[in-house]
């Protein structure tokens, strides 16, 4: 028999002549038996096929370590930078000219035994000594880390500039104490 229950296979079954009309209408429910057993998966089956999907899916996949952020090579790279930029602006390097900072920095050693770069400074000046101000002017033209005014201050230095009513209010509260 068939396995598929289409109308020729039902014409087939009912033409026999040789089948007794129970044996026919056996036939016909066997067919559609079979036909509703060809896509059937039963609640077992698709449970084993699940956990064996789940499992073959587990051990495809390996959980990654994690990454700690402190060691890529992006932070490192960050964090040379970070300790250039602090060493070229600390009062180590008020002696080097502006534009050869990075490179006398450049020129220093920076591993872990490495001298201070105070010890180190003079012996790099010793064999660049274009890259320095001269001995005589060492920070000439370095901006110093102190508020810096557009008009002279009158009196001590560093002091605010104060106008002349400013000068006569202080003169007059001050004889009034």
């Known amino acids: ?47 084993e096929a699940k956990q064996a999907a789940i499992e073959a899916t587990k051990a495809g996949f390996k959980a990654q370590e994690p990454i700690d952020p402190k060691t890529t090579d992006e932070y490192l790279a960050l964090q040379r930078e970070r300790d ?19 490179l006398v920095y450049g020129m220093l050693d920076h ?9 180190q400074l003079p012996s790099v000046r010793e064999k660049n000594g274009e890259l320095f101000f001269p001995e005589s002017e060492p920070t000439k033209g370095q901006p110093k880390n102190t508020p810096q005014y ?20 202080q003169r007059i509260s001050a004889q009034w104490k």
Do not use: C, W
């Open 111 to 119: 591993g872990k035994d490495a001298k201070p770069v105070s010890e």
């Open 150 to 169: 557009s008009q002279q201050p009158t009196g001590r230095p560093g002091a605010n500039p104060t106008s002349a009513e400013e000068a006569e209010y």
């Open 84 to 102: 250039m930029l602090r060493t070229i602006g600390g009062d180590d390097f008020a002696t080097v000219l502006p534009k050869y900072r990075e």
């Open 1 to 47: 028999m068939a396995g598929i229950f289409t109308r020729g296979a039902l014409d087939k079954i009912m033409t026999n002549a040789d089948l007794t009309p129970e044996q026919r209408t056996e036939q016909v429910f066997s067919l559609y038996g079979r036909a509703l057993d060809e896509g059937f998966i039963s609640k077992h089956d698709a449970e």
